[in-house]
Structures are given as structure tokens and as C-alpha cells.
């Protein structure tokens, strides 16, 4: 399973990442909130990678107020995490 944290953004922030991953997936896969992460139920065999993911979240990213000092970078396998950068 896919998972990306995202425990620096809000709650708010939170659900519309996903809605824009599960809209941008096209049916593949259904971004489900869940505590401080957002996690992928897979809906057909196509495979969904850290890969599709990662210009899904840095373009949400950059789009957030002071977005400069967000970034995306992957923790792990099968990880990708969202994280203010200092």
C-alpha cells in the first residue's frame, strides 16, 4: 500500500490533496484520508508507483501559500512524504 505523509498539513489540506490525486488517478486509485497520511486503495491492476505520485503532490505543494518551503521526497518504500523545509 501507498501511503504519503502529510502531517504538516492541515486537515483541510488533507482531503483536497486527495480528491486531487483520486481525480488526477482517473479510477486507477481512490486517495483516502486516514490520521496524519493519505493512503491508496488500488481499484484495477494498473499499478500506481511513488513516481505518478510525486508531480501530483509537488505541483499541490507549490501551489500552498509559501510554498517555496514545502517539498515532497520519498521516506522508505512505499512511502512519499510532504515536509516543511527549514
Known amino acids: 500500500m501507498l501511503r504519503i505523509d502529510c502531517i504538516e498539513l492541515t486537515a483541510d489540506e488533507k482531503l483536497a490533496l486527495a480528491s486531487e490525486i483520486s481525480d488526477t488517478l482517473d479510477g486507477r486509485a481512490i486517495a483516502l484520508a486516514q490520521g496524519d497520511d493519505i493512503v491508496l486503495d ?3 491492476d ?7 505520485l510525486r508531480p501530483i503532490v509537488g505541483d499541490f505543494l507549490s501551489r500552498r501559500s509559501e510554498g517555496e518551503h514545502y517539498r515532497s521526497e520519498v521516506q522508505g518504500t512505499p512511502s512519499l ?4 523545509t527549514q
Do not use: F, G, H, P
Open 42 to 44: 488500488q481499484l484495477t
Open 46 to 52: 494498473e499499478a500506481v508507483t511513488i513516481d505518478s
Open 81 to 84: 512524504s510532504a515536509r516543511l
